[in-house]
C-alpha cells in the first residue's frame, strides 16, 4: 500500500533561518513524488515534483530511494512562504490519483 | 498545466438533502479525480472518473452516498447525498493533463451541513 509520512503538523522559523519539511514514503514500486503547497485562501497548488529537479520559490527537494525520502528544503525561510505544504506521492503509471500526507504547516516569524 | 473550475464555491445545507457539485477543466483529461478534505485533515480520495465508464470508488465511499458523472472529457459533478453534518467538508476536483501524475485542483466547495 502507498502511504506518505509528514511527521510535523506545525513547524516554525525565523524569518531568515533554513526550512526543512521531512515527507517519508513507503511504497513497493517506483514512486512519483510531489510537493503541493496551499496559501491562506487559496487552492492547492503543485510546488514541485521530483522527476524535474527544480528549484521553485528557492525550494528544492531531493528524492532519497534508500532513506525513502523525500524532503523540502529552503534555505532561508521568508514570511510568505508561510503556507500549508502537502506531500504527496503517485504510482509511476501515468493518470493515478494521488496519496497526500497530512501536511505541515510552516509558520515563518518576523 | 490546467486550468481547473468548480461550482459552487460553498454551500449551507439542510440534514438530509442533496448537493450536486460541479467541475470544469479547460482542457480535455482522461481522468478526473474527486476529494474530500474534512477540517484540519489531508485530501482523501473519494473516486476517479474516468470518462465513459462508472467512477471507482475507494474504500468507505460508495456510489449511493456520492454519484458521480462524467459525461465528457472536460466535465464531471460529484453529488453528495442525504447529508448529514459529517458531510460537512470540502470537497475538491483534480485532473491530470497529458496523463502525467501531476495534477491541478480545483478551488474546492465548502460544504456545511445542518
Known amino acids: 500500500a502507498q502511504r506518505v509520512t509528514q511527521p510535523e503538523k506545525l513547524l516554525s522559523v525565523f524569518k531568515g533561518a533554513p526550512v526543512e519539511l521531512k515527507c517519508n514514503y513507503s511504497?513497493?514500486?517506483?514512486?512519483?513524488l510531489f510537493w503541493y503547497v496551499q496559501y491562506s485562501r487559496q487552492r492547492l497548488q503543485l510546488l514541485l515534483r521530483?522527476?524535474s529537479r527544480e528549484s521553485i520559490k528557492g525550494f528544492t527537494a531531493d528524492l532519497n530511494k534508500g532513506e525513502t525520502s523525500f524532503h523540502l528544503k529552503k534555505p532561508f525561510a521568508q514570511e510568505e512562504d508561510s503556507a500549508m505544504y502537502y506531500c504527496?506521492?503517485?504510482?509511476?503509471?501515468?493518470?493515478?490519483?494521488?496519496?497526500f500526507g497530512k501536511g505541515t504547516r510552516l509558520s515563518v516569524i518576523a | 498545466s490546467a486550468v481547473i473550475s468548480q461550482k459552487p464555491s460553498r454551500d449551507i445545507c439542510q440534514r438530509g438533502t442533496s448537493l450536486t457539485i460541479q467541475c470544469q477543466v479547460d482542457?480535455?483529461?482522461?481522468?478526473m479525480f474527486w476529494y474530500r478534505q474534512q477540517p484540519g485533515q489531508s485530501l482523501t480520495l473519494i473516486a476517479t472518473?474516468?470518462?465513459?465508464?462508472?467512477?471507482?470508488?475507494e474504500s468507505g465511499f460508495v456510489i449511493d452516498k456520492f454519484p458521480i458523472s462524467r459525461p465528457n472529457l472536460t466535465f464531471s459533478t460529484l453529488t453528495v447525498s442525504n447529508m448529514s453534518p459529517e458531510d460537512s467538508s470540502i470537497y475538491l476536483c483534480?485532473?491530470?493533463?497529458?496523463?502525467?501524475?501531476?495534477?491541478?485542483f480545483g478551488p474546492g466547495t465548502r460544504l456545511t451541513v445542518l
Open positions: 483534480s485532473a491530470p493533463p497529458g496523463g502525467r501524475n501531476e495534477q491541478f
Open positions: 511504497y513497493s514500486g517506483s514512486p512519483e
Open positions: 521530483h522527476i
Open positions: 504527496a506521492l503517485a504510482a509511476n503509471s501515468g493518470n493515478t490519483p494521488l496519496v
Open positions: 482542457s480535455q483529461v482522461t481522468m
Open positions: 472518473a474516468n470518462q465513459g465508464s462508472e467512477a471507482t470508488y
